[in-house]
């Protein structure tokens, strides 16, 4: 019975994807995709500098080359970290505002005026990021263990069927964090909201799925630092500006269509 519901919860999230278009272009918050649209270009630009910058330094003495060397290499970390990860930290700079769309999301669902508070707000922000971090220490740990069996046990661990896993367990702990926002608001604790998700893993895992499947497009910016004018390079930067466009928009989609799903599987008590 619990394996049907989910199922059926399944299809509920992806659902509520198609919904949240029309969500978002009826309300008007198209413009909140400039935010993550303009912040992802800045975290990738400034990783493409420093991975690129070119600094001379005198290596006259043993101290000078150490010193160059630390320095070297903690540039070049951050500006990879910046590059490759910058989907990832866009998501975290986005709490505060993930959370106000959420709320005003169901606002418009419930049709309820409800008083803005700063307090609840930063207390909803704070605990966005905790339950980010904690879902990403969880994933790490699932990653880590299923590549090991992966490498044990198949001779290209990137083709074994366990990947499949991956993907799905990466997906809950996404659909995990947007469901939560909306956990907040209904005033359950952290440890309420694990057991009301675990219950609603179908949930969480195709809202999560779809979420998956955005930021993980080949968005590589490099084409907008180094365009020449040729045909070629023209067509790929049509390219990366649509994967661009479609990364950079995940995070809106997510909470908007996490926040419409919730809405419809567990009403606020005004609305019941």
């Known amino acids: 019975m619990l394996i049907r519901r989910n199922l059926q919860l399944f299809w509920v999230g992806l659902a509520s994807y198609f919904r949240a278009f029309f969500f978002i272009v009826r309300h008007g918050f198209i413009f909140y995709l400039i935010i993550p649209f303009v912040l992802l270009f800045i975290i990738y630009r400034y990783g493409y500098i420093l991975q690129n910058n070119v600094f001379e330094a005198k290596l006259d003495t043993i101290n000078s080359l150490i010193w160059y060397l630390i320095y070297g290499l903690v540039e070049v970390t951050i500006g990879m970290v910046l590059m490759y990860f910058a989907k990832y930290?866009?998501?975290?700079?986005?709490?505060?505002?993930?959370?106000?769309?959420?709320?005003?999301?169901?606002?418009?669902?419930?049709?309820?005026?409800?008083?803005?508070?700063?307090?609840?707000?930063?207390?909803?922000?704070?605990r966005a990021l905790k339950i980010m971090i904690r879902n990403l220490?969880?994933?790490?740990?699932?990653?880590?263990?299923?590549?090991?069996?992966?490498?044990?046990?198949?001779?290209?661990?990137?083709?074994?069927?366990?990947?499949?896993?991956?993907?799905?367990?990466?997906?809950?702990?996404?659909?995990?964090?947007?469901l939560d926002y909306v956990n907040e608001r209904r005033r359950r604790n952290v440890s309420e909201s694990i057991i009301f998700i675990r219950k609603h893993y179908g949930l969480a895992i195709s809202i999560g799925l779809i979420y998956y499947l955005m930021i993980f497009v080949p968005v590589d910016l490099r084409?907008?630092?180094?365009?020449?004018?040729?045909?070629?390079?023209?067509?790929?930067l049509i390219r990366q500006l649509s994967w661009w466009v479609?990364?950079?928009?995940?995070?809106?989609?997510?909470?908007v269509s996490a926040t419409l799903a919730m809405y419809e599987i567990d009403k606020p008590n005004s609305q019941k």
């Open 246 to 255: 479609l990364a950079a928009s995940a995070p809106i989609f997510g909470i």
């Open 89 to 126: 930290m866009v998501v975290a700079f986005l709490s505060p505002l993930l959370t106000y769309i959420s709320e005003k999301t169901e606002r418009i669902l419930t049709k309820e005026k409800q008083e803005f508070s700063w307090s609840q707000f930063k207390e909803d922000v704070v």
């Open 137 to 178: 220490m969880w994933y790490y740990i699932y990653f880590l263990f299923i590549q090991l069996i992966a490498f044990i046990f198949w001779e290209k661990p990137s083709e074994s069927p366990l990947q499949w896993i991956v993907i799905l367990i990466a997906s809950y702990y996404y659909g995990f964090s947007f």
């Open 223 to 236: 084409i907008f630092f180094e365009y020449t004018l040729t045909l070629e390079n023209t067509y790929e």
